[in-house]
């Protein structure tokens, strides 16, 4: 049984920092497309960031330069490091995989994703 603990949320000031972690249990963070999801109220989900198995990196465009995802493989975690935080990054996050051996991230559909965390959420105040 997979699943995927998201944590590290919280409220923060604007130009503040947060550091988002998904433990996976049951998955292997390597063995396929990861990503970090955002979610605003009245806002379709969105990618915020992903990688797949081999470790290339796609970010969405509003979070290049201040957005960081990584993996630890030992401890079978994936992070988001936020920096320099926006009122608009005001969302519920959450970590998603694809199935095992579902390796490439570009041009995978929300719907692609198999396994979903319950969310994190991250406030930024102006």
């Known amino acids: 049984q997979v699943q995927l603990v998201e944590s590290g949320g919280g409220s923060v000031q604007s130009g503040g920092s947060l550091r988002l972690a998904c433990v996976a249990s049951?998955?292997?963070?390597?063995?396929?497309?990861m990503a970090w999801f955002r979610q605003a109220p009245g806002k379709e989900r969105e990618r915020v960031a992903s990688?797949?198995?081999?470790?290339?990196?796609t970010y969405t465009d509003s979070v290049k330069g201040r957005f960081t995802i990584s993996r630890i493989t030992s401890t079978n975690t994936l992070y988001l490091q936020m920096s320099n935080l926006k009122p608009e990054d005001t969302a519920m996050y959450y970590c998603?995989?694809?199935?095992?051996?579902?390796?490439?991230?570009?041009?995978?559909?929300?719907?692609?994703?198999?396994?979903w965390g319950q969310g994190t959420q991250v406030t930024v105040s102006s």
């Open positions: 990688m797949n198995s081999v470790g290339s990196i």
């Open positions: 998603a995989a694809a199935a095992p051996g579902q390796s490439y991230c570009v041009g995978r559909s929300l719907e692609e994703f198999n396994f």
């Open positions: 049951g998955y292997t963070v390597r063995s396929g497309c």
